[in-house]
Nanobody, 124 residues
Framework: QVQLVESGGGLVQAGGSLRLSCAAS????????MAWFRQYPGKEREFVAS????????YYADSVKGRFTISKDNAKNTVYLQMNSLKPEDTAVYYC?????????????????WGQGTQVTVSS
């Protein structure tokens, strides 16, 4: 059983940056693909970014490509999401997830373990 705890959310002005962290415990972190999703009120969770178990492959949603960077540190059992040039439409609850499904599948159903979420608010 893998436990995931996100941190780093908060309030930032448009154009600013935040770095989210997701610390994992209870499993072999290096064996899992990791991803970040976000959720708007009343909406389904949407894919943001993912990293292969080794960190060698990454995927991004078109809406964040070039602004967000996912990285995976297997030595620290932590995955990060560096978010730059933030926009008000990035305001959401951000969740990290771990799974062993195919990395190209961006569905939330690909992932088995989820954190509790962290709020990111971008003011205009």
């Amino acid at each position: 059983q893998v436990q995931l705890v996100e941190s780093g959310g908060g309030l930032v002005q448009a154009g600013g940056s935040l770095r989210l962290s997701c610390a994992a415990s209870g499993g072999t972190f290096s064996r899992y693909n990791m991803a970040w999703f976000r959720q708007y009120p009343g909406k389904e969770r949407e894919f943001v970014a993912s990293s292969s178990w080794s960190g060698g492959r990454t995927y991004y949603a078109d809406s964040v490509k070039g602004r967000f960077t996912i990285s995976k540190d297997n030595a620290k059992n932590t995955v990060y999401l560096q978010m730059n040039s933030l926009k008000p439409e990035d305001t959401a609850v951000y969740y990290c997830a771990a799974g062993r499904g195919p990395l190209y599948n961006n569905s939330p159903r690909t992932y088995d373990y989820w954190g509790q979420g962290t709020q990111v608010t971008v003011s205009s």
